[in-house]
């Protein structure tokens, strides 16, 4: 295996496997069958194209999307790997020029698209060729019980057959149930295949659920504040695609869409200019994405709600494949579920499969409900046993703190929906709250009802909003009619009645991201610019996160580039002197502190194998890397860094907190500190600057603990 680290160091400028992949590309390189079971964005093309180069001969992938092998040979061509693609935007000519330099061993890889596996023209042309490998990608889409049933996957099974001499076989998917392995081994005949699975979890992806937002206003907020990240939006159907498309392209931001009622062309461009950072919003419904390999989506909005966990966290996970933070936010709003439940009705399903697609919708809108922690309702969804304890990154073990007492609002409401007989929808109550005198309103002679403007001093869309909560959190309930009428619930009866209290979390509103660094932004110029000149996606050239590396250290010569996390030999000579140049004139401009030289590539980080994570993470800080550059190292994010600090410090290791705790604020965050209490972050967080961020309070309450617990000394 050290050959193969190597060469993880060579093309890809990796130093560490990522978890399973060792593994993998062991059990392929011994011969054995194998299906590997990764979730999106855990690296599942480089254990095929690992072996590919160790093999000798030419690997053969099967690809379902045409569309994204030419990205993909373009990522491998940057990497100074030979290989091609066969498919139909191919000539015949060309195909026959591809055809003929495999037959000569020019190629370690050649992607292929199932379709061609049944043409006896490419059949007989690769009977001379040596086949190191089979990889079937996307593996699931040979499956029914998948999401994405391809019946042309049906032809790797036959065509296995036909070769005289068998290759190894590696089948690839996100996919984990039984029912879809259990179809890609005999589907494609593996022969006692050894199976990996390295579980569903995406830990650097934050999970979160907004119940009853005003879902345009919160969208509005949240791309201004995130202004030069790239998010996908999803939305469920192509008006409400349509609709946001034309609200966001108002604020001037570069926004596209995609929907089945577009153009072929239209689509095409519109994905293009996605990959190739022309744009960084992408409005879609979920035609949009199945194979975009961006690794550097960092938020996916979910508009709707989707129909269920499967589509949700498979569109989710398109966020965050780099490994770098992603933020999963779903805008739950009550009548979402009627529109699913239409879907599922109006589908030409039976009755027993219905039932089935019911059920799924079910335990996609307890997701929306639950108050404990997300990622564990996922991880059971999937089968899966989380860690122990709340995972301290999603939206409901985060927000606890945010609760209030809303009772005395949420009465008005219930009680106006009852005085209206439970006969009339949102917007008319909204009205008579708000004391609205309207026909409708006057007509009903509403004015004369005694809850008439009795939350006068509200926003008439705050009203709609808190009524959207309480239909969200099951105080009230809305009819499936298509006019949908507001009903009270027996949990509302209950508070109109004195007997329950409404607690309810104000909804966190999107704070603007901290001023990306001027160096970033100059690096990402360029990398656009050579990427443009050279007609590929920018992620092609480098990923964001080795940006930030650079960034993070500012090497200054060709062997402190080398050793930045993906940058490979054959990068290192194509754009390194660019980066360089960038990076040099930058330092000489500005003159920054000197950064420590980044840890050398052959070295892995890990201080040995039985250093615990934590302490690792504090080795490299007390050797001077920034806390960025560690989370980037050890794939780990801030935040896990930033707990890791705090955990040693627990254990008696003496830490350094500058880089925690910004030194000017100290004193007043302990002043805050001892005016509002330790043991509520939320109150303390706002009664600071913005400046402040969590983790330095939470760095400060661990750095004083001693005399914040024994107050007075004793
Ligand atoms: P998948 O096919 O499993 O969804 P990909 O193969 O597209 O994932 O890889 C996702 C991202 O992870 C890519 O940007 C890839 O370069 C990166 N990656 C893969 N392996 C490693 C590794 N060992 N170290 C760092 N990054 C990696
Ligand atoms: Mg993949």
Redesign the pocket.
Known sequence: MQNARNL?QKY?G?A???PG?AEIIASLINGTDTLAV?????????CYQLPALLLPGTAIVISPLISLMKDQLDALSGAGIPAAYINSSLTGAAVNERLYNTRAGRYKLLYVAPERLESAYFREAIQTVAISLLAVDEAHCISQWGHDFRPSYRAVGPFIDSLAARPVIGA?T?TATAHVKQDIIDLLGLKKPATYYTGVDRANLSFAVSRGENKKDFVLKYVAANKDKAGIIYAATRKEVDNLYAVLRKTGQPVGKYHAGLGDDERRQSQEAFIRDDINIMIATNAFGMGI?K?DVRYVIHYNMPKNMESYYQEAGRAG???DPGECILLFGAQDIQLQKFLIDQSVLDSERKAGEFAKLKAMVDYCHTPACLRRYILDYFGEQAAAGECGNCGNCNDGNDLADITAEAQKVLSCTVRLKERYGINLIADVLKGARNKKVLQLGADRLPVYGLLQEYGLQDLKDLINRLIATGYLGLTDSEYPVVKLTALGAAVLKNEAKVWQKTPKRPQPAAQDDALFQQLRALRKSIADSLGVPP?VIF?DTTLKEMCAYRPTDRQALRSI?GVGESKLARYGDDFLHIIRQYCSEHNPPPRPAPPAPATSDAAGDDTPSHVATLRLYQAGHPLAAIAARR?LTLLTVQDHLMRCSREGHEIDWSALIPARYEALILAKIDELGASRLKPLKDALPDAVDYAAIKATICKHRKNLLRPGGQ
């Open positions: 993880l890809y990796y560490d496997f990522r992949q990764m979730p999106t964005g855990a690296g599942k093309s480089l690839f996100a390999d690794p494949r780099d490994g992620y990923a996390k794939s």
